[in-house]
């Protein structure tokens, strides 16, 4: 589990910014005058927070503790549960001093200028240790945005690239279709034309063999019969031209 995603990092942050938040107060209640109604709201305030924090990182505590029990299983070894406990007992610590602070100052109304610098050094003195793993946990995250970021951009690539093929493949469906309705068109065709050319034989077959009748009663007609037929045809194209054109 990184630490951008780690409950515990999480938390820790929200305690961090309540410690700094409590720093900037603890600072605005040195400058304060000694017994003032402004110091005694401050006071109030200062503790409050303290008191807060306090319970938040003892539940912390609690947390590391059920880890400890089963390291492996939440993904951590021997080494960041140790982070984690020196984060926890420094941020008590600098709590703790700061509330002792407080009440010391409730209590006397004058602490001295000196002793109050000196605490406030040991409150703003933080382990390097701690602001490296600050910075890693940032660094962290910004690295799971960034794989986020890529791996959203990924997707979107190839949903597009998944829909370019589905048009594709729908492009070769309706070509293909195309290409079977022409061979289907072409089939039709070619049997129409089957056909005619069956009925052509069939049609020159009658035609010889109307001519060969033709031929036949010629040469059986005799010299006479054949004059006696064109005379009776000129005979009979004459009435046709009579009754077509002259009445």
């Known amino acids: 589990?990184?630490?951008?995603?780690?409950?515990?990092?999480?938390?820790?942050?929200?305690?961090?910014?309540?410690?700094?938040?409590?720093?900037?107060?603890?600072?605005?209640?040195?400058?304060?005058?000694?017994g003032s109604s402004?110091?005694?709201?401050?006071?109030?305030?200062?503790?409050?927070?303290?008191?807060?924090?306090?319970?938040q990182v003892d539940e912390l505590d609690k947390t590391i503790d059920v880890a400890?029990?089963?390291?492996?299983w939440y993904g951590i070894n021997d080494i960041?549960?140790?982070?984690?406990?020196?984060?926890?007992?420094?941020?008590?610590?600098?709590?703790?001093?700061?509330?002792?602070?407080?009440v010391a100052g409730k209590q006397s109304h004058g602490t001295s200028t000196?002793?109050?610098?000196?605490?406030?050094?040991?409150?703003?003195?933080?382990p390097d240790s701690d602001q490296q793993e600050r910075s890693n946990a940032y660094n962290a995250r910004d690295n799971d945005d960034f794989i986020s970021s890529e791996s959203d951009r990924q997707l979107l690539l190839m949903r597009q690239q998944d829909e370019e093929l589905d048009e594709l493949s729908a492009?070769?469906?309706?070509?293909?279709?195309?290409g079977l309705t022409i061979h289907d068109e072409l089939l039709a065709h070619e049997k129409i034309l089957s056909e005619l050319d069956t009925e052509m034989d069939s049609t020159s077959n009658r035609l010889d063999f109307v001519?060969?009748?033709?031929?036949?009663?010629?040469?059986?007609?005799?010299?006479k019969g054949?004059?006696?037929?064109?005379?009776?045809?000129?005979?009979?194209f004459i009435v046709l031209f009579v009754l077509v054109f002259l009445t």
């Open 211 to 223: 001519q060969k009748k033709i031929g036949m009663v010629m040469k059986k007609a005799s010299v």
């Open 114 to 126: 000196s002793n109050l610098s000196g605490m406030r050094r040991e409150l703003l003195r933080l």
């Open 80 to 102: 960041e549960l140790d982070k984690r406990r020196r984060w926890t007992s420094n941020a008590r610590a600098q709590v703790g001093s700061m509330k002792k602070a407080v």
């Open 171 to 178: 492009s070769v469906v309706r070509i293909g279709d195309v």
């Open 1 to 34: 589990m990184s630490s951008a995603q780690d409950p515990f990092y999480i938390v820790k942050e929200e305690i961090q910014e309540s410690i700094d938040k409590l720093l900037s107060t603890f600072h605005q209640w040195e400058q304060t005058s000694a």
């Open 68 to 72: 400890a029990r089963d390291p492996s």
């Open 38 to 55: 402004e110091q005694v709201h401050l006071t109030k305030e200062l503790i409050a927070s303290c008191e807060s924090i306090e319970w």
């Open 226 to 236: 054949q004059m006696m037929m064109i005379c009776f045809l000129i005979v009979l």
